[in-house]
């Protein structure tokens, strides 16, 4: 798979795409970021990417022209059938897993990176998603892209080890992830419960299924209502709500 991404700040990248898991696989070649600077798209001899805002107001606006001609520029480089560009906006959809999933099915997602106090409003119509990583405001679109590649690179198939791991992880079904323990057995008067020590597979998937049920009851009681839940799931919830 591979990722555009349009930012002032290519530099940004070069340590975090290096490390660990997506590290690896682009290594491997199995994703590809291509950095464009929006800057080398700039019309004058200042190769200016900014202006004041029309009407007065505080900061600066990252202007239509470097961006739509870095945009059309890279999409003359895009082979592939499924490509989707995506604009990095506190204002778009939220990004969450069942989203994630959906970009991972793209060959190519080109990503362009705000900055300064906004954009120029009529970017807005040269992309085909705008996408928020949350209710906060960063300082530029950088690190939400680097969240979507994180995030929907360690879907592609051979970035993960064992795909058998994104399985169970939290959103995956619905649900938070049920506790995980490694060795030792006892740190500080804290035990790993039994079960998980008894070898009994059923039980260990049972005892993980109601603690997943459990947790998210406790923490992130909205995603039940969108899980995809067993009767005996259901079952159990009831005996927990009413117990409290
Ligand atoms: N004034 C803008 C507004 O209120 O919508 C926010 C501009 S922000 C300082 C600069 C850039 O950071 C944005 O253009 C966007 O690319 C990026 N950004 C900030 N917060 C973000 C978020 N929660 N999700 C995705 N991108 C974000």
Request: charged residues 35%; hydrophobic residues 35%; proline residues 4%.
């Amino acid at each position: 798979m591979r990722f555009h991404v349009l930012t002032l700040f290519p530099e940004f990248f070069s340590s975090p795409l290096r490390q660990s898991i997506i590290g690896r696989a682009i290594e491997k070649g199995i994703l590809t970021v291509s950095l464009h600077n929006i800057r080398d798209y700039a019309e004058d001899k200042h190769r200016t990417v900014d202006d004041t805002p029309y009407g007065g107001g505080a900061g600066m606006v990252l202007k239509v022209e470097p961006v739509v001609n870095c945009l059309e520029a890279v999409r003359k480089k895009t082979t592939a059938d499924k490509t989707l560009t995506i604009l990095t906006t506190p204002q778009g959809v939220r990004l969450e897993q069942k989203l994630v999933e959906k970009l991972a099915e793209y060959q190519e997602l080109i990503i362009l990176c705000g900055r300064y106090e906004g954009i120029d409003e009529r970017i807005r119509a040269f992309v085909d998603m705008e996408l928020s990583i949350g209710d906060y405001i960063l300082t530029g679109g950088e690190i939400a892209s680097l969240v979507i590649i994180d995030s929907v690179g360690r879907l592609v198939p051979g970035v993960v080890g064992e795909r058998d791991s994104l399985k169970s992880e939290s959103f995956a079904d619905g649900l938070l992830e049920y506790p995980q323990y490694t060795r030792p057995v006892e740190f500080r008067g804290m035990r790993v419960p039994d079960v998980l020590l008894s070898g009994h597979h059923e039980r260990i998937r049972e005892w993980r299924r109601r603690e997943s049920l459990k947790r998210t009851l406790e923490r992130r009681p909205d995603l039940l209502e969108k899980a995809e839940l067993t009767e005996e799931d259901r079952r159990f919830i009831k005996e927990l709500t009413e117990k409290d």
